[in-house]
């Protein structure tokens, strides 16, 4: 599995992020998803060409390589798995053995990332242990009533597509009664991801919580993530 790790020089950083570095995985680490043929915002350029060419080889380390470069990362040190790709193993399934290397890679460290991929019992397992051991996955939802689901598996936090505009805020509860709160990054210029810059860093999706995350859909794709998230049933 090819990946490559981004380290942001100041001034130059993703403005959502901030100063922390981001990783990008190859396509083929991505699951059946609703938003795959329409709706994903890293197939909005120029995140796309930086993707595409991950997964051609043009860009990027083995998983072995990306590892001792995650574990070469200063102590404490936050970091994003993914701004475009999902966890290791090819389409649905997720190469727990791989996973896990990446989670003792990331001992000492402040990593976080999402995951489409189908909850199977090998699946909720993975995920599980890498939450356990200190790696946040977040379980990616489509629907307010998927991210109930989501959230009844009680293995991981949950983010959430919203149905709202993008650059507002558009907080809410799921059908069952969960808060969702939205991701401040998304509203509010004077927050990132990992600071820096004279912006504030929030990093609420590397925490271990209960509140569900709303992302209001964005990127170039976005008017076809909110019909997905306002008609995609469970």
């Not at 795959?36 to 350029?45: L, N, Q």
């Not at 896990?100 to 489409?116: C, D, I, M, Q």
């Not at 860093?201 to 209960?210: D, F, S, T």
């Amino acid at each position: 599995m090819r990946v490559s790790l981004t380290i942001p020089e100041k001034g130059k950083e993703n403005k959502k992020v901030g100063m922390i570095p981001v990783s990008t995985t190859e396509a083929a680490s991505c699951p059946d998803c609703p938003l795959a043929a329409a709706g994903c915002y890293a197939k909005s350029y120029p995140l796309k060409g930086r993707w595409d060419e991950v997964t051609n080889g043009q860009r990027g380390t083995d998983w072995a390589t990306f590892t001792r470069q995650i574990a070469a990362l200063p102590a404490g040190q936050a970091w994003r798995h993914n701004q475009a790709g999902d966890l290791p193993g090819n389409h649905n399934a997720i190469d727990a053995a791989a996973l896990s290397s990446l989670v003792e890679a990331n001992v000492g460290k402040r990593g976080f990332t999402y995951t489409h991929k189908p909850m199977t019992k090998a699946n909720r397992k993975a995920v599980s242990d890498a939450n356990a051991r200190g790696f946040t996955v977040n379980l990616s939802a489509n629907t307010l009533a998927h991210a109930d689901k989501l959230a009844s598996l009680a293995i991981a936090p949950v983010v959430v597509v919203l149905d709202a505009p993008e650059g507002t805020r558009a907080d809410t509860k799921t059908p069952a009664g969960r808060t969702v709160i939205t991701c401040p990054a998304t509203y509010r210029a004077d927050i990132s991801c990992g600071g820096g810059n004279g912006k504030m860093a929030c990093l609420i999706c590397q925490k271990q919580r209960k509140a569900i995350v709303g992302f209001p859909a964005h990127g170039n794709q976005k008017k076809a993530a909110a019909t997905i998230a306002r008609a995609t049933k469970g």
